[in-house]
């Protein structure tokens, strides 16, 4: 059953009382909130996601977003992400709410998760193949990672790039996509205004955030993983003639293992996976200033076929 | 005293139950052992009895992910070892390891499945700034502490405060004995010093405390210590060195000797009581009867064993009842008491409730 | 083994199972320890020759660069004493 099929007084009451049971990619999720605006993301943005009976389940992490106490549920009115009992977190503002459970499920992965090499870094796929977008915050990864989902392009991840250790593929986690500042009204004219983006929450950490709903077509293949291709580090520059120039792999394989959340935690095979996957890939640097040529750029390297490699 | 029947107590004695389990009861078992900093142990556990193809697919991850998380921590402490020994080359006295790392560098059982925070070494008390001095030379500092707790660390604690690595963020703690001055006994680390082994042969130049002697550390600082968070990890650690060491001809008699030389025999008694209590560790009639002297009336008997079988029990909420939080406190209150006589206790605990943020935000450890 | 090396052309990566650590390897870099490798405590003149013949890195002089290059080595835990 799809989460679209629960009303919104049903999926408010469950989430209030024993929680909802959700399926985000490899992970099973079981949430508990009384805070109206998380029913609300999760109503507006996880409608294809699967949810399920919580009779005999196993979910891989119990969250829930709530006030910390009956006090702060009125004055200065504060939240907490709470994992299984947990506090990674100080409590942010009720009116963040909805990104604190985004934020917080992506903790739960990027410390939990070591069945994968874990990169920071958002990863599309088109015709069979990948591209990471690895980019320190404020490069206009996002902005253009929202940009290539809405022109074609399978959202895998939007954060957090899954290897498997034991495949070398990409395992998707297309849960929604957040827009900071400046990327929310650009995509929103971008998509003719027909991308869903909620309702934006103020004064975090990184300004002003919402998230954007997945594409349908993405969460239906939430199973599939993908080869990765390509490793791509984007740079949106003022005026910049859009360009892809090739990159040295080796000083890329260090970025990555200093940009993955777990690099050091699987010691030996940490390397191996990450050389592996350095050895199945192009890489490039990218400059950037219009979106819609990026996407055109992009679209070029997934329509010429793959040359053969040497092994 | 009933044995303790939350799900991961019983799934540590009797580990082929999983066979029959619910998803709910996984569930639940994953989530125990996560909070308690089991879950790599537990899958030591139920590999050596052959047990992990029968976990089901989707609970399979949970272990593979803990267990690469322990092994990784054994070539780092390992590794770590290393570095520690050519710092502290030039000292008159031999590295002498205790706890976690312990188990590591004598390849005990104990060490599998273990999760590591800091390493813990001892240090004769007199060599101990040559020791803080040389340690900082090779990049270990002391870390952040505020004023009050560093001046509590070394007028009080037998470690001088935790040391960090500048680059590789590992943490030393350096002991120079066991229990502090204040504490009301006395084991003399002299004497613990005067039966140190070596580690092993791919251990050169580090040593641990003899095999009585590291059951009894385990026992006392599961009682003295204030920090209960993995009170039952510690006791399997305990029920671990006991199981591999009681096969050993007279051994039972010598821990008993032992204990009895170095005041311990209270912890003993206390720490065998409740690894039964836990984790069914097999401890022989007779011992019991030897442990009489140190044995509790039955009044303070009862009161004990209600705050230590809920203190030591992981704090997630299925393993709590009404009375747990309170038992808690009793159990810190009480380490506290043993290691500080009164006058100095309630100052240091005003200031830990009402000044320092009782709320600290470090990240929970992964199992 | 414990060292692990992966060259991507004249780059390299490089693991150390014992600490754990992974470096990267420049041109020079992995020139040298390819070089010491194969020619344990290889004299500093016949390195030179060996080097001068196929150039590196312009800017400072080879000299200077060998020894940054075998300093950062060194650091790395990637020669042996020499």
């Given at each position: 059953?799809?989460?679209?099929?629960?009303?919104?007084?049903?999926?408010?009451?469950?989430?209030?009382?024993?929680?909802?049971?959700l399926r985000?990619?490899?992970?099973?999720?079981?949430?508990?909130?009384?805070?109206?605006?998380?029913?609300?993301?999760?109503?507006?943005?996880?409608?294809?996601?699967?949810?399920?009976?919580q009779?005999?389940?196993?979910?891989?992490?119990?969250?829930?977003v709530?006030?910390?106490?009956?006090?702060?549920?009125?004055?200065?009115?504060?939240?907490?992400f709470?994992?299984?009992?947990?506090?990674?977190?100080?409590?942010l503002?009720?009116?963040q709410?909805?990104?604190m459970?985004?934020w917080?499920?992506?903790?739960?992965?990027s410390?939990?998760a070591?069945?994968y090499?874990?990169?920071?870094?958002?990863?599309v796929?088109k015709?069979?193949?990948?591209?990471?977008?690895?980019?320190?915050?404020?490069?206009?990864?996002?902005?253009?990672t929202?940009?290539?989902?809405?022109?074609?392009?399978?959202?895998?991840?939007?954060?957090?790039?899954?290897?498997?250790?034991?495949?070398?593929?990409?395992?998707p986690?297309?849960?929604?996509?957040?827009?900071k500042?400046?990327?929310?009204?650009?995509?929103?004219?971008?998509?003719?205004?027909?991308?869903?983006?909620?309702?934006?929450?103020?004064?975090?950490?990184?300004?002003?955030?919402?998230?954007?709903r997945?594409p349908?077509?993405?969460?239906?293949?939430?199973?599939e993983?993908?080869q990765?291709?390509?490793?791509?580090?984007?740079?949106?520059?003022?005026g910049?003639?859009?360009?892809?120039?090739?990159?040295?792999?080796?000083?890329?394989?260090?970025?990555?293992?200093?940009?993955?959340?777990?690099?050091?935690?699987?010691?030996?095979?940490g390397?191996?996976?990450?050389?592996?996957?350095?050895?199945?890939?192009?890489?490039?640097?990218?400059?950037?200033?219009?979106?819609?040529?990026?996407?055109r750029?992009?679209?070029q390297?997934a329509?010429t076929?793959?040359?053969?490699r040497?092994? | 005293?009933?044995?303790?029947?939350f799900?991961?107590?019983?799934t540590?004695?009797?580990?082929?139950?999983?066979?029959?389990?619910?998803?709910t009861?996984?569930?639940?078992?994953?989530r125990?052992?996560?909070?308690?900093?089991?879950?790599a142990?537990?899958?030591?556990?139920?590999s050596?009895q052959?047990?992990?193809?029968?976990?089901?697919?989707?609970?399979r991850?949970?272990f593979?992910a803990?267990?690469t998380l322990a092994h990784?921590?054994q070539?780092?402490v390992?590794?770590?070892?290393g570095?520690?020994?050519?710092?502290l080359?030039?000292?008159?006295c031999?590295?002498v390891?205790l706890?976690?790392?312990?188990?590591?560098?004598?390849n005990?059982?104990?060490?599998s499945?273990?999760?590591?925070?800091?390493?813990?070494?001892?240090?004769p008390?007199?060599l101990?700034?040559?020791a803080?001095?040389?340690?900082?030379?090779?990049?270990?500092?002391?870390?952040?502490?505020?004023?009050?707790d560093?001046?509590?660390y070394?007028?009080?604690?037998?470690?001088i405060?935790?040391?960090?690595?500048l680059?590789r963020?590992?943490?030393?703690d350096?002991?120079?004995?066991?229990?502090?001055?204040?504490?009301r006994?006395?084991?003399?680390?002299?004497?613990?010093?005067?039966?140190?082994?070596?580690?092993?042969?791919d251990?050169?130049?580090?040593?641990?405390?003899?095999?009585?002697?590291?059951?009894?550390?385990?026992?006392?600082?599961?009682?003295?210590?204030?920090?209960?968070?993995h009170g039952?990890?510690?006791?399997?650690?305990?029920?671990?060195?006991?199981?591999?060491?009681?096969a050993?001809p007279?051994?039972?008699?010598r821990?008993?000797?032992?204990a009895?030389?170095?005041q311990?025999?209270?912890s003993?008694?206390?720490?065998?009581?409740?690894?039964?209590?836990?984790?069914?560790?097999?401890?022989?009639?007779?011992v019991w009867?030897?442990?009489?002297?140190?044995?509790?009336?039955?009044?303070?008997?009862?009161?004990?064993?209600s705050?230590y079988?809920?203190?030591?029990a992981?704090?997630?909420?299925?393993c709590?009842?009404?009375?747990?939080?309170?038992a808690?406190?009793?159990?810190?209150?009480?380490?506290?008491?043993?290691?500080m006589?009164?006058?100095?206790?309630?100052?240091h605990?005003?200031?830990?409730?009402f000044?320092?943020?009782?709320?600290?935000?470090?990240?929970?450890?992964?199992? | 083994?414990?060292?692990?090396?992966?060259?991507?052309?004249?780059?390299?990566?490089?693991?150390?199972?014992?600490?754990?650590?992974t470096?990267?390897?420049a041109?020079?870099?992995?020139?040298?320890?390819q070089?010491?490798?194969?020619?344990?405590g290889?004299?500093?003149?016949?390195l030179?020759n060996?080097?001068?013949r196929?150039?590196?890195?312009?800017?400072?002089p080879?000299?200077?660069?060998?020894?940054?290059?075998?300093?950062?080595l060194?650091?790395?835990?990637?020669?042996?004493?020499?």
């Open positions: 059953m799809k989460l679209k099929q629960l009303s919104p007084t049903d999926l408010r009451e469950r989430l209030c009382d024993a929680g909802i049971w985000t990619g490899p992970f099973s999720l079981r949430i508990c909130s009384s805070i109206p605006s998380v029913a609300e993301g999760l109503t507006d943005l996880y409608g294809q996601f699967e949810v399920r009976d009779r005999d389940s196993f979910a891989d992490f119990h969250v829930s709530n006030s910390p106490s009956l006090l702060r549920r009125w004055i200065r009115p504060q939240v907490d709470v994992f299984d009992g947990q506090l990674p977190f100080k409590p503002p009720l009116d709410a909805y990104p459970l985004e917080g499920l992506n903790w739960c992965v410390m939990h070591h069945q090499l874990i990169i920071h870094a958002a990863v796929e015709n069979g193949r990948a591209a990471i977008l690895p980019a320190p915050p404020g490069s206009g990864k996002s902005t253009l929202a940009a290539l989902i809405l022109s074609g392009w399978r959202l895998l991840s939007d954060e957090l790039t899954l290897i498997d250790r034991k495949t070398g593929l990409i395992h986690l297309p849960r929604p996509v957040s827009l500042n400046q990327s929310i009204p650009v995509i929103r004219a971008f998509s003719g205004d027909k991308a869903f983006i909620n309702r934006p929450s103020h004064d975090t950490a990184k300004g002003t955030v919402a998230h954007m997945p349908k077509e993405s969460v239906r293949r939430q199973h993983p993908a990765p291709a390509w490793v791509i580090f984007p740079e949106w520059v003022a910049a003639a859009t360009e892809l120039a090739p990159r040295s792999a080796a000083q890329t394989f260090m970025f990555l293992a200093q940009n993955a959340f777990n690099y050091s935690h699987l010691g030996a095979d390397f191996r996976v990450g050389t592996q996957l350095i050895g199945q890939v192009d890489c490039y640097d990218f400059a950037y200033s219009q979106l819609d040529e990026a996407v750029a992009f679209d390297l329509d076929p793959p040359q053969l040497a092994v | 005293m009933r044995q303790a029947n799900l991961l107590a019983r540590l004695r009797t580990p082929d139950m999983t066979t029959r389990f619910s998803l009861q996984w569930d639940l078992l994953v125990q052992a996560r909070q308690a900093g089991l879950l142990r537990l899958q030591d556990r139920l050596q052959a047990l992990l193809e029968t976990i089901p697919q989707p609970v991850w949970h593979d803990a267990a990784k921590q070539i780092a390992r590794w770590e070892l570095q520690i020994r050519a710092a080359d030039g000292l008159d031999p590295l390891v706890k976690g790392a312990a188990y590591v560098a004598a005990l059982p104990a060490a499945g273990r999760l590591f925070n800091d390493i813990d070494i001892l240090v008390r007199r101990l700034n040559q803080e001095a040389a340690l900082m030379l090779a990049g270990w500092n002391a870390t952040g502490l505020s004023p009050y560093e001046r509590y070394r007028r009080w604690m037998h470690e405060p935790p040391m960090q690595h680059h963020a590992t943490v030393i350096v002991h120079h004995a066991i229990l502090p001055d204040t504490a006994y006395f084991p003399d680390p002299q004497k613990l010093l005067s039966r140190i082994v070596p580690a092993g042969d251990m050169p130049g580090v040593y641990v405390l003899s095999a009585e002697d590291r059951i009894l550390h385990s026992a006392t600082h599961l009682f003295h210590d204030g920090e209960l968070p039952l990890r510690d006791l399997t650690d305990l029920d671990l060195l006991l199981r591999h060491e009681s050993a007279h051994f039972w008699p821990l008993m000797a032992r009895d030389e170095l311990l025999g209270r003993l008694f206390y720490a065998l009581r409740y690894a039964q209590h836990f984790l069914d560790t097999p401890v022989p009639a007779k009867e030897d442990l009489r002297s140190v044995t509790p009336g039955r009044i303070v008997m009862r009161l004990m064993d705050i079988s809920r203190s030591l992981p704090a997630h909420a299925s709590n009842d009404t009375f747990s939080p309170l808690r406190q009793a159990a810190y209150i009480r380490a506290h008491w043993l290691r006589p009164a006058y100095l206790l309630i100052p605990l005003f200031h830990k409730a000044i320092s943020p009782y709320l600290d935000n470090n990240t929970p450890k992964p199992a | 083994m414990r060292f692990q090396l992966k060259q991507y052309d004249s780059e390299a990566v490089i693991f150390d199972s014992a600490s754990g650590d470096h990267y390897l041109p020079l870099a992995l020139t040298l320890f070089l010491y490798g194969e020619f344990p290889l004299p500093r003149n016949d030179l060996v080097l001068a196929h150039s590196i890195e312009p800017g400072l080879l000299d200077t660069q060998i020894d940054e290059a075998l300093d950062g060194r650091k790395a835990g990637l020669l042996r004493h020499e």
